[in-house]
């Protein structure tokens, strides 16, 4: 028998009232639950865009500035007032070129490579050539023995065509390398700018450590005077080592040297230069507030020719 009570109680306006309130919950639910989805693919799209863009910006942007950059460094290094000698200010100087829409760029030409919070300063044109060098000299780098010395003076891969392919040299191994490696190059003929050059190299071509130090002194004291006033482009003093030809006088009246001292320098006249053959053009791109891809470029400015190009 169906009781009356229920059955009336089932049909009043508060019941269904709470029956429609559940369904609209659920409804609203499953709603979310689609929003949500479609929400997650739309961000999906939005950062694959984000992504394109960028990587459009890459390819279509940095790539043309970095490309004008060099085009406007060959040029000027052909004018260049100073083109006689290139020391450690004028190279390490950052220097930068505006573009339209916010677009920039900086560049120098040497590597800074931070060890231990400071900065080292590298010039490819101040290293030592490892297809050119002598086994003496290659047993009096850091981490090299003379047996690894020789092992890589007759290896069947010289000349090598990067720093890193003296890792495949036998006997070699990644501790010695990383001791080293920063001392060495592929690209030149062998001649070492005076101006750049590192204690470690002057080391390892077989100065002591007092002379060593005496030549960095002075190339950080001994203002050059320019060739002609009226041409000079910066008129910031620039201190280094302008000509060989007067080295080993110069050096006598800046500090005393031994008759050994100044056999081992003369004995190297011929290895070093003023200037050098060699540079690693290193230019940062900017877009805005946002650093882009930057690029290290080796170049041959005689020839106005790219030896090797790295994006990194």
Not at 156 to 162: D, K, L, N, T, Y
Not at 164 to 180: A, D, I, Q, R, W
């Given at each position: 028998?169906?009781?009356?009570?229920?059955?009336?109680?089932?049909?009043?306006?508060?019941?269904?009232?709470?029956?429609?309130?559940?369904?609209?919950?659920?409804?609203?639910?499953?709603?979310?639950?689609?929003l949500s989805?479609?929400?997650?693919?739309?961000?999906?799209?939005?950062?694959?865009?984000?992504?394109?863009?960028?990587?459009y910006?890459?390819i279509?942007?940095?790539?043309?500035?970095?490309?004008?950059?060099?085009?406007?460094?060959?040029?000027?290094?052909?004018?260049?007032?100073?083109?006689?000698?290139?020391?450690?200010q004028?190279?390490?100087?950052?220097?930068?070129?505006?573009?339209?829409?916010?677009?920039?760029?900086?560049?120098?030409?040497?590597?800074?490579?931070?060890r231990?919070?400071?900065?080292?300063?590298?010039?490819?044109?101040?290293?030592?050539?490892?297809?050119?060098?002598?086994?003496?000299?290659?047993?009096r780098?850091?981490?090299?023995?003379?047996?690894?010395?020789?092992?890589?003076?007759?290896?069947?891969?010289?000349?090598?065509?990067?720093?890193?392919?003296?890792?495949?040299?036998?006997g070699?191994?990644?501790?010695?390398?990383?001791?080293?490696?920063?001392?060495?190059?592929?690209?030149?003929?062998?001649?070492?700018?005076?101006?750049?050059?590192?204690?470690?190299?002057?080391?390892?071509?077989?100065?002591?450590?007092?002379?060593?130090d005496?030549?960095?002194?002075?190339?950080?004291?001994?203002?050059?005077?320019?060739?002609?006033?009226?041409?000079?482009?910066?008129?910031?003093?620039?201190?280094?080592?302008?000509?060989?030809?007067?080295?080993?006088?110069?050096?006598?009246?800046?500090?005393?040297?031994?008759?050994?001292?100044?056999?081992?320098?003369?004995?190297?006249?011929?290895?070093?230069?003023?200037?050098?053959?060699?540079?690693?053009?290193?230019?940062?791109?900017?877009?805005?507030?946002?650093?882009?891809?930057?690029?290290?470029?080796?170049?041959?400015?005689?020839?106005?020719?790219?030896?090797?190009?790295?994006?990194?």
């Amino acid at each position: 028998m169906i009781d009356r009570n229920m059955l009336k109680s089932s049909f009043c306006p508060a019941h269904r009232l709470e029956k429609n309130n559940a369904s609209i919950l659920v409804i609203c639910l499953w709603a979310i639950t689609v929003l949500s989805i479609f929400a997650m693919a739309l961000t999906s799209f939005v950062f694959q865009e984000i992504k394109f863009a960028r990587s459009y910006r890459r390819i279509a942007l940095s790539l043309p500035l970095a490309r004008s950059a060099l085009a406007s460094v060959f040029y000027l290094r052909e004018k260049d007032p100073t083109s006689q000698y290139d020391t450690m200010q004028e190279l390490a100087r950052e220097e930068g070129i505006d573009f339209c829409a916010g677009n920039s760029l900086s560049y120098y030409f040497v590597d800074k490579v931070i060890r231990d919070g400071n900065t080292e300063i590298i010039d490819e044109g101040a290293l030592i050539n490892l297809n050119t060098a002598s086994i003496q000299i290659l047993k009096r780098l850091p981490g090299v023995d003379e047996d690894l010395a020789e092992s890589i003076a007759n290896s069947g891969m010289r000349p090598f065509r990067s720093v890193n392919e003296v890792l495949l040299v036998e006997g070699m191994n990644k501790e010695s390398f990383l001791l080293f490696k920063d001392l060495v190059t592929v690209y030149g003929a062998g001649r070492i700018n005076i101006n750049t050059v590192s204690k470690g190299v002057l080391l390892a071509l077989g100065l002591d450590n007092d002379l060593a130090d005496a030549i960095i002194r002075f190339r950080t004291q001994n203002q050059i005077e320019p060739v002609d006033a009226s041409l000079a482009l910066d008129p910031v003093p620039d201190y280094g080592i302008s000509t060989l030809s007067t080295l080993l006088d110069d050096l006598r009246r800046f500090v005393t040297l031994g008759l050994r001292q100044e056999q081992d320098l003369l004995s190297l006249l011929t290895t070093f230069d003023v200037r050098s053959e060699y540079l690693r053009f290193n230019v940062v791109t900017r877009f805005g507030e946002e650093k882009g891809p930057c690029y290290s470029i080796v170049i041959h400015p005689a020839t106005k020719k790219v030896i090797s190009w790295r994006e990194e």
